[in-house]
């Protein structure tokens, strides 16, 4: 069983940054994020597999990054110029033989 922590979340003004971190206690193959807003679906963010590739929602290209440190086993999610659509709970998503996710974390960004 292979937990995922995630941090970095908060409130943030429009146009802002933020840079949110998952940390897994074991090994992972693919990773990177999924987000729910209030009424809406869960949808991908972005995923970076180990060979680090990584695919993107359309909405976050250009502005949200996503990287990994194998080593520590932490993948990272830097968000630039956020926008108040981006408000949602924010989860790490972890892809080994099964499926694992986070507990989430709260990204709220003010007009």
């Known amino acids: 069983q292979v937990e995922l922590v995630e941090s970095g979340g908060g409130l943030v003004q429009a146009g802002g940054s933020l840079r949110l971190s998952c940390a897994a206690s074991g090994r992972i193959n693919d990773m990177g994020w999924f987000r729910q807003a209030p009424g809406k679906q869960r949808e991908l963010v972005a995923v970076?597999?180990?060979?680090?590739?990584?695919v993107y929602a359309d909405s976050v290209k250009g502005r949200f990054a996503i990287s990994r440190d194998n080593a520590k086993g932490t993948a990272y999610l830097q968000m630039n110029s956020l926008k108040p659509e981006d408000t949602a709970v924010y989860y790490c998503?972890?892809?080994?033989?099964?499926?694992?996710w986070g507990k989430g974390t709260l990204v709220t960004v003010s007009s």
């Open positions: 998503y972890g892809a080994a033989t099964i499926t694992y």
């Open positions: 970076m597999a180990g060979s680090g590739a990584a």
